[in-house]
């Protein structure tokens, strides 16, 4: 056998294709309804009730747009339901554009420190090619979420609304980006002298003073103290003068993120130890990215906990998989591509890891949960894509679907199991910027 593909080899595949029943039925529907509806096996759909037995009471939904901070809509949806319910609030949104701002900044500095670490390292190092690929986007982690908010505090979506480019990110990524990797060769151009470190970050300040300016252009200014004005749901007028988003947070959200863990199941990698990303941290003194990797049953009974006391629960997945966007269904048993195709495409979750076929592409908050028999079934899931899109933007996602794509969910430590706490107050071990958790 050779080791290019044949004439004969396609000659033998044509033949084999003629000997699949109504292989040419199933070709005529793929093509002309693409993959993901020529597989939708609507069966399914009659497990796919929106009953649940537990459910906690929220509102509208938010949408990030054009933008990948759907992190930061899920911890800020996890706050704002706490928030509105303690003041009486309707469809209470926190400003996203305030922390995006910020999130921004905070990641161009570590960028640039990144560089400085490197600087003397080859060009085709594996390191600083993680790092040139990391780049200033707009996703994060969660603990990217508190580590901005401990520093910069919130304010109301109304003292700093969405701008076009907060709404649609792509525009001011490509521009950041482009000044990044202008100073980073700019940096590796200048003379190595003893005090080259110093030098490095008088011009990384220089930098990060024309990307304030960008920022300001393209996101507005962030209110250095603004008036939470506001009327409750019997209709009567607040107005608390002068808040800065400091005293906001501490005075009248006060949560403190130290009271949370991030549970995962990483099951290409050994359960029971806590694992760091530390080229994720990009807050220097800020909180740190820690995930305990604890396994599904554990993230599923911490879960419930929340749901059950009245928390939602703030958690991470990979929503393209077995995903109807429209009609807000997330179940691997709606979609039979395998037997569409007639050809094996199962993965494990751990081989979908170690391929680098999985990632945690998005997070959103689950909102409910439906137990029959002791077990969850369904689970009930509000996203941040606006309310045009599954049940007036909440999306139901089949526990098979928990199984195979949520890899973290967050809850408060007063949910979890003691080995949980235990495995959560490790001394965290810290993974590569090329490991399949990053």
Request: charged share 30%; net charge negative.
């Amino acid at each position: 056998m050779t080791k290019d593909l044949t004439l004969t080899d396609l000659s033998n595949f044509s033949n084999d294709l003629k000997e699949v029943p109504a292989s040419n039925v199933i070709a005529r529907a793929v093509q002309e309804n693409g993959v993901d509806a020529a597989s939708k096996n609507f069966a399914a759909k009659k497990e796919l009730n929106r009953v649940f037995s537990i459910e906690v009471e929220t509102g509208e939904v938010t949408h990030q747009k054009q933008s990948g901070r759907c992190w930061l809509f899920a911890t800020l949806n996890t706050l704002r339901h706490d928030f509105a319910k303690k003041y009486q609030l309707k469809d209470f949104q926190f400003s996203q554009n305030y922390l995006s701002f910020y999130d921004r900044l905070e990641k161009a500095n570590k960028m640039l420190e990144w560089a400085i670490r490197l600087i003397d390292r080859a060009e085709d190092d594996r390191e600083y090619l993680a790092m040139l690929e990391w780049g200033d986007e707009d996703g994060g982690q969660w603990a990217n979420g508190p580590a901005l908010i401990n520093k910069y505090g919130l304010v109301p979506q109304s003292a700093m609304p969405e701008t076009y480019n907060s709404d649609k990110t792509a525009e001011i990524s490509r521009v950041i980006n482009l000044k990044l990797r202008k100073a980073i060769a700019h940096m590796k151009k200048m003379v190595i002298t003893p005090s080259h470190e110093a030098d490095l970050r008088t011009y990384k300040l220089e930098c990060l003073n024309e990307i304030y300016r960008m920022l300001v252009y393209a996101f507005g200014q962030p209110p250095a103290s603004f008036d939470f004005e506001y009327r409750d749901k019997d209709n009567n007028y607040h107005n608390v003068r002068n808040l800065t988003p400091r005293t906001f947070f501490t005075d009248y959200v006060a949560v403190d993120f130290d009271q949370y863990t991030d549970l995962i199941d990483a099951p290409d990698h050994e359960y029971g130890k806590n694992y760091g990303l530390p080229n994720q941290d990009y807050i220097f003194d800020g909180k740190k990215i820690e995930l305990a990797n604890v396994g599904l049953t554990a993230m599923k009974k911490a879960a419930i906990a929340s749901l059950k006391d009245g928390q939602t629960v703030w958690f991470g997945c990979d929503v393209i998989r077995d995903m109807d966007r429209k009609e807000g269904i997330l179940d691997p048993n709606y979609f039979k591509k395998g037997e569409l195709f007639a050809a094996d495409l199962q993965l494990g979750k751990a081989e979908r890891l170690a391929t680098r076929d999985a990632e945690v592409s998005h997070a959103m908050t689950l909102t409910g949960v439906d137990i029959v028999d002791g077990q969850p079934t369904k689970w009930k899931v509000e996203n941040s894509w606006g309310d045009k899109t599954g049940d007036k933007g909440y999306f139901i996602m089949s526990d098979a679907w928990f199984d195979e794509y949520v890899y973290e969910v967050v809850v408060q430590n007063q949910y979890l199991q003691e080995e949980d706490k235990h495995v959560a107050s490790k001394e965290k071990e810290d993974l590569t910027p090329w490991d399949s958790l990053n």
